[in-house]
């Protein structure tokens, strides 16, 4: 584990490693997991949008 894999652990921002393995085994996390990383893309470009509106 490099230097940057302990801060960003530090600050709870690496992924779990087990999430991948629950996510093989249910349907709905996988789902849901999509649906959140859709939902904030989306959340991002229309931050995105608003602030070259200004």
């Given at each position: 584990?490099?230097?940057f894999d302990?801060?960003?652990?530090?600050?709870?921002?690496?992924?779990?490693?087990?999430?991948?393995?629950?996510?093989?085994?249910?349907?709905?996390?996988?789902?849901?997991?999509?649906?959140?990383?859709?939902?904030?893309?989306?959340?991002?470009?229309?931050?995105?949008?608003?602030?070259?509106?200004?």
């Open positions: 584990m490099g230097l302990t801060f960003l652990s530090a600050l709870g921002l690496l992924p779990i490693s087990g999430l991948g393995e629950s996510m093989k085994r249910s349907k709905t996390l996988s789902l849901m997991v999509l649906l959140g990383i859709a939902l904030f893309g989306c959340f991002i470009l229309f931050l995105v949008y608003m602030a070259g509106k200004h």
